[in-house]
T-cell receptor, first 113, second 114 residues
């Protein structure tokens, strides 16, 4: 079945540092890939997505590129802010009948001033 | 206008009780889901309904029973609550035919069983 493997956390960075959170996936067919963010006490919000190979999703300074050859969708940001502190989830939407989202385990990011 | 709304946001109850969580979406989506998030933030799908029909029923105890009166609503009823049911439950919706589109999530219901 579909699965997502995500970099273990927690990750602690200083403000303005470079962020990478690794994500790899296993799926049949051609899944769509997503990064969701969960701020403390809140639900999940879509951060960015990519629907086919070599697509780059971007939002709020975050980027991720759909790499079919390495089955990866790593999240990057050039300069993190304290307000980026949250839990980040990599997810894929597969080709099953429900097209449900399968999530990675989440990565807790803390950015220190 | 809230896209996916769940009630209640917090639910504290005693072991053995029966409780329900309600979910409504106003996005016109045809598929709705329930996810459970444990204390380590891991998200696992529990159920999925497409046009009021159950299409995913993961290995969830049969004390959990989803009900979809129409495609805009998916409620979750839990019988004989146990301590291990304590978690955050998220409702979500999507348009199933558009596999490239995201799912939208509610704010979650934090269930605490004491």
């Amino acid at each position: 079945g579909d699965s997502v493997t995500q970099m273990e956390g927690p990750v602690t960075l200083s403000e303005e540092a470079f962020l990478t959170i690794n994500c790899t996936y296993t799926a049949t067919g051609y899944p769509s890939l997503f990064w969701y963010v969960q701020y403390p006490g809140e639900g999940l919000q879509l951060l960015l997505k990519a629907t086919k190979a070599d697509d780059k999703g971007s939002n709020k300074g975050f980027e991720a590129t759909y790499r079919k050859e390495t089955t990866s969708f790593h999240l990057e940001k050039g300069s993190v802010q304290v307000s980026d502190s949250a839990v980040y989830f990599c997810a894929l939407r597969g080709s099953g009948s429900a097209r449900q989202l399968t999530f990675g385990s989440g990565t807790q990011l803390t950015v220190l001033p | 206008d809230t896209a996916v709304s769940q009630t209640p946001k917090y639910l504290v109850t005693q072991m053995g009780n029966d409780k329900s969580i309600k979910c409504e979406q106003n996005l016109g989506h045809d598929t709705m889901y329930w996810y459970k998030q444990d204390s380590k933030k891991f998200l696992k799908i529990m159920f999925s309904y497409n046009n009021k029909e159950l299409i995913i029923n993961e290995t969830v105890p049969n004390r959990f029973s989803p009900k979809s009166p129409d495609k805009a609503h998916l409620n979750l009823h839990i019988n004989s609550l146990e301590l291990g049911d304590s978690a955050v439950y998220f409702c979500a919706s999507s348009q199933s035919a558009l596999g490239y589109t995201e799912a939208f999530f509610g704010q979650g219901t934090r269930l605490t069983v004491v």
